[in-house]
């Protein structure tokens, strides 16, 4: 997991304070990297525990982890945006892939870079230097295909 320290040095470097809410919104965001949150998710998980803390401050929070290169934004076509902490080790937004279910929502991260090949002949053939690229493969989850199948198998009996 990201350290809050992390936080606090890019902060820091980027003429910005360390807040409780910058901290409490890093954290969640770092605690649950691999679940791609909605500043409403994020609210959900912290309201309980900080009351004070409204949405409005989540937003702004995001949007100015956004413009210092601690979080990407995401659209995956659901209606809102969803926000990705990004590594400490890369000096740039790089992204890796990912897998969208239609029937469930739910979102797969592909980890590898599926995509440096190419990147390479695009390069060469347009003379087109690339800096980045957003991939989203839409389709149906293996447990919403079993789920059909499963309901299918169970209507025809």
Request: proline residues 2%.
């Amino acid at each position: 997991m990201i350290n809050v320290e992390y936080l606090k040095d890019i902060l820091g470097e980027k003429g910005f304070k360390m807040t409780t809410q910058r901290r409490v919104v890093f954290e969640i965001l770092a605690e649950k990297v691999d679940e791609h949150l909605s500043p409403e998710e994020i609210y959900e998980l912290i309201k309980d525990k900080y009351p004070e803390m409204g949405l409005a401050t989540i937003y702004r929070t995001l949007q100015l982890f956004e413009e210092i290169g601690l979080v990407y934004k995401l659209n995956f076509d659901d209606g809102c945006y969803r926000y990705e902490i990004l590594s400490p080790n890369s000096n740039e937004v790089h992204q890796h892939h990912h897998l969208i279910c239609k029937k469930c929502g739910k979102i797969i991260e592909v980890k590898e870079d599926l995509m440096n090949s190419l990147e390479e002949i695009i390069e060469k053939q347009y003379n087109f230097e690339i800096k980045n690229h957003m991939v989203k493969f839409t389709g149906i989850c293996s447990q919403c295909r079993n789920k059909e199948n499963n309901d299918g198998n169970r209507k025809e009996t």
